[in-house]
C-alpha cells in the first residue's frame, strides 16, 4: 500500500505540471482569462475530447475561431443569423447541429440561469453529489430544442455512463493547486467530492494497479475506482488522474 501510494504521488508529481499543458485539451481554456470565456471553451473542447489529440486541438481551435476568440461574448451578443458559421463544423460524430443546439443551450444558460456555475452549484447544493451535477448540467442544456442525435454527446451517469469528459471539465472547474494545469475558478464543490475522469488507458493502469477490479469502464467503476483513490487522498482524490492518465498515454502501462 506504501509503495503504490508513493508510485501514485510520485507520477502525480511528473504529470501535473505546466508542461503537461502544451499538448492537452486543457490548453485551450488555458489561452483565455475571462472566467466564462474559460468556462465555455474548456466545456466545448472537453465535448469534443475524444479520438486523436492533435485532431482535438485542431477542432477545438477552429471552434474558438468560430466564436471569434471571445466565446462569452459571441454567445451572448452576436445576432442568430451568425450562427450559421456553425453549420459545416465536424469533428468525428460531433457536427454543426450538434454545435448549433449546444450555442442555443449555452446563451440560455448564460443569460437566463446564470451560467454553467450556477446551475452546477444549484445540483450541488441540493445533493451533495457529482452524479447530480452532471445530470444538471446534462437537464439544463437539453431543456433548449435540439436534435436527438445531439443528446449522445452529454453523458448520462445515470444510464450508466462514465462520462470521462464532463468529469475531467469538472476537474479542471473545481480542482486548485499550485501547479497551473486545472483552474480551481469553481469554488462552492469541493475538490473531495469529484470524480475520476475514467477511460480506457487510466481504466487499465487502474486495474494493473489493483485499485479497480470492475471489467467495464461505467458510472459503477467510477464510483469503485475514486473511492479507491480516496484512501491515499480523500481531499484531492482525483489530482491521480495526472498518475493514471500519464502512466497509460505516455509510459505504456495502459496497454
Not at 450559421?84 to 468525428?92: D, G, L, M, P, S
Not at 451533495?128 to 431543456?143: Q, Y
Not at 443528446?151 to 471539465?169: C, Q, T, V, Y
Not at 467503476?221 to 489530482?239: C, I, M, Q
Request: hydrophobic share 40%; proline share 3%.
Amino acid at each position: 500500500m506504501k509503495e503504490l501510494y508513493q508510485l501514485l504521488e510520485n507520477k502525480c508529481r511528473l504529470f501535473n505540471n505546466r508542461e503537461f499543458i502544451n499538448t492537452d485539451p486543457v490548453s485551450i481554456p488555458h489561452g483565455f482569462s475571462r472566467k466564462e470565456d474559460v468556462e465555455i471553451s474548456g466545456f466545448l473542447t472537453a465535448l469534443i475530447s475524444w479520438g486523436n489529440r492533435k485532431a482535438i486541438l485542431k477542432s477545438a481551435s477552429l471552434l474558438m475561431d468560430l466564436f471569434e476568440g471571445e466565446p462569452f461574448r459571441f454567445i451572448t451578443t452576436a445576432p442568430v443569423s451568425d450562427f450559421r458559421r456553425f453549420e459545416k463544423f465536424v469533428y468525428r460524430t460531433f457536427n454543426g447541429d450538434d454545435l448549433l443546439f449546444l450555442t442555443y443551450a449555452l446563451r440560455d444558460i448564460y443569460l437566463e440561469r446564470g451560467g454553467l456555475e450556477t446551475v452546477a452549484n444549484i445540483s450541488y447544493g441540493e445533493t451533495g453529489c457529482i452524479k447530480e451535477v452532471i445530470t444538471g448540467i446534462r437537464d439544463a442544456l437539453l431543456k433548449t430544442a435540439h436534435l436527438q442525435r445531439s443528446e449522445k454527446h452529454l453523458a448520462n451517469p445515470n444510464r450508466g455512463s462514465a462520462a470521462k469528459r464532463i468529469n475531467m471539465f469538472l476537474r479542471w472547474m473545481v480542482r486548485k493547486d499550485n501547479n497551473g494545469v486545472d483552474f480551481g475558478i469553481w469554488e462552492q464543490i469541493p475538490a473531495s467530492a469529484l470524480m475520476c475522469p475514467l477511460d480506457v488507458h487510466s481504466g487499465n493502469v487502474a486495474r494493473k494497479l489493483g485499485l479497480l477490479s470492475r471489467k467495464q469502464n461505467d458510472w459503477k467503476a467510477v464510483e469503485a475506482l475514486t473511492e479507491s483513490l480516496r484512501g491515499f487522498d480523500r481531499r484531492d482524490p482525483v489530482k491521480y488522474d495526472f498518475a493514471l492518465f500519464g502512466m497509460g498515454v505516455f509510459e505504456g502501462w495502459g496497454k
